[in-house]
T-cell receptor, first 113, second 114 residues
């Protein structure tokens, strides 16, 4: 059972557009949601994270929108740049699960110049 | 300087052989992890250790054995290798108690079993 789901599997946007990456989860005990990005042949790196006490977290061009009732969140990338082309992973953890991060299957984003 | 060192970077192994993947972290973190990444399962949790003790094991096969000789080391021994074990293995670490579980990943070991 995939506890963290992401859609779409791949996404292509033009430079300057807003990319929207979706994530949903099953376990209501999840209380921390980081997003990681991974460039080809590199390791994943933390991009931005949110806790359910907030429904929005912004860091520059990257914004997480969170809907606790629907168990959904999304990552919006405004003014997308070719350098944003990467695979984005939504992840989740819970205090009662130790320190384990459960990752989604990822969204591959391509930003065309 | 890399904060998490994984060795080797690339590894080719013969089916049935045994290999050890090395991981050392210099971030002062108390928790360490192994994840596997392949085309079928993008980032699959394998093990978590905290203060050198096993916290969670999601690997069905006993062929995968973590080894922690020091607080900042978490090696992964894989025995009786199979072609399906071919993947990139990432070591990661975190400092629990900082309001979330933010991982730092190593650069990975790319394993090919032939």
């Amino acid at each position: 059972q995939q506890q963290v789901r992401q859609s779409p599997q791949s996404l292509t946007v033009w430079e300057g557009e807003t990319a929207i990456l979706n994530c949903s989860y099953e376990d209501s005990t999840f209380d921390y949601f980081p997003w990681y990005w991974q460039f080809p042949r590199e390791s994943p790196a933390l991009l931005i994270a949110i806790r359910p006490v907030s429904n929005k977290k912004e860091d520059g061009r990257f914004t997480i929108f969170f809907n606790k009732r629907e168990k959904k969140l999304s990552l919006h990338i405004t003014d997308s740049q070719p350098g944003d082309s990467a695979t984005y992973f939504c992840a989740a953890s819970a205090d009662n699960m130790g320190y384990k991060l459960t990752f989604g299957t990822g969204t591959s984003l391509l930003v065309d110049p | 300087d890399p904060k998490i060192i994984q060795k080797p970077k690339y590894l080719v192994a013969v089916t049935g052989s045994e290999k050890i993947l090395i991981c050392e972290q210099y971030l002062g973190h108390n928790a360490m992890y192994w994840y596997r990444q392949s085309a079928k399962k993008p980032l699959e949790f394998m093990f978590s250790y905290s203060y050198q003790k096993l916290m969670d094991n999601q690997t069905a096969s006993s062929r995968f054995q973590p080894q922690s000789s020091k607080k900042n080391h978490l090696d992964l021994q894989i025995t009786a290798l199979k072609p399906d074990d071919s993947a990139t293995y990432f070591c990661a670490s975190s400092q629990p108690g900082q309001g979330g579980t933010d991982y730092t990943f190593g650069s990975g070991t790319r394993l090919l079993v032939i």
